[in-house]
């Protein structure tokens, strides 16, 4: 992925990228299995007309298409923390994406969760991000402990700007009680 991403801000530098666990995609895999059954019937039905293997040919690249387009689903939809914000880009269709942006001074509490046995064998798992106006449930994502730990590490490197001001308002008013002494 690229040092950069449509929308950075000026002095904002990307952590860590990454996305849902492949497993996500499985839906085109079974769609091709789908139809490369569905399109075998038709030469068990009529055996001896040649045609029948076409019809099997044209399901499979129906099915091909179907697995790509749940693949090009997966790959383009990610998510990004950087030094001040988790990034969330979704791919809903062909043409239409969505994209959510939730600052890291905002993150109240972050934890994970790994569903049982599958999800303990394919290592992934969900993350659960609270915020003051809700919660952002990151699901069936790769690697949820790394992704944990990444997201905590940049929330905590963040300082929250009420406290940068009211620490430059001390500092002033420190400075202001020197200068009368």
């Given amino acids: 992925m690229a040092t950069t991403f449509e929308g950075q801000r000026a002095n904002e530098e990307i952590v860590y990228v990454f996305r849902r666990h492949i497993l996500t995609s499985i839906k085109g895999f079974f769609f091709l299995i789908f139809m490369a059954i569905v399109g075998f019937f038709p030469k068990l039905m009529w055996p001896e007309n040649q045609m029948m293997v076409f019809v099997w040919m044209g399901a499979v690249i129906i099915g091909l298409l179907g697995m790509g387009y749940s693949y090009l689903l997966w790959y383009f939809s990610f998510y990004i923390v950087t030094n001040q914000r988790l990034r969330q880009t979704r791919q809903k269709g062909l043409f239409k994406k969505t994209v959510v942006d939730l600052s890291l001074e905002n993150i109240q509490s972050a934890s994970f969760g790994v569903p049982g046995l599958f999800g303990a064998m ?60």
Avoid at 143 to 167: F, G, S, T
């Fill in 122 to 181: 394919f290592n992934y798992g969900t993350i659960l991000i609270q915020t003051g106006a809700g919660d952002l449930i990151l699901s069936m994502v790769s690697h949820p402990e790394k992704v944990y730990n990444e997201i905590e590490n940049a929330r905590h490197d963040v300082q929250p700007q009420e406290e940068l001001w009211v620490r430059l308002e001390k500092k002033s008013k420190h400075d202001v009680q020197k200068r009368r002494i």
